[in-house]
């Protein structure tokens, strides 16, 4: 069972930047698999970026890449979502999830198995 708690949302104008954080507990954490997802009032919960189990590989929605960067430090059992130029239209609730399944990660929810509780994200214009 893993355990993960979101951090770091807030309120920020648009072309800021914000570092979300999720802290995993669970020594199985550096064997998963880790995806950011968002979700809007009104809208599906969609796919951000997931980053393999060693952090070798990445991958992003096509509306975030290169404005976001997934990373994350095993030996701190937490996932980071650095968010820079930020949009109005990334206002969401940003969740973290775990994909438990050997291989790389998915993109999509069903995929995950272990979700956050989320954070906030709002940008104003």
Do not use: H
């Not at 919960?45 to 189990?53: L, T």
């Not at 991958?59 to 976001?68: E, T």
């Amino acid at each position: 069972q893993v355990q993960l708690v979101e951090s770091g949302g807030g309120l920020v104008q648009a072309e800021g930047s914000l570092r979300l954080s999720c802290a995993a507990s669970g020594r199985t954490f550096r064997s998963y698999a880790m995806g950011w997802f968002r979700q809007a009032p009104g809208k599906e919960r969609e796919f951000v970026a997931a980053i393999s189990w060693s952090g070798a590989n990445t991958y992003y929605a096509d509306s975030v890449k290169g404005r976001f960067t997934i990373s994350r430090d095993n030996a701190k059992n937490t996932v980071y979502l650095q968010m820079n130029s930020l949009k109005p239209e990334d206002t969401a609730v940003y969740y973290c999830a775990a994909d438990r399944t050997p291989g790389l990660p998915s993109y999509t929810s069903q995929g995950y198995d272990y979700w956050g509780q989320g954070t906030q994200v709002t940008v104003s214009s």
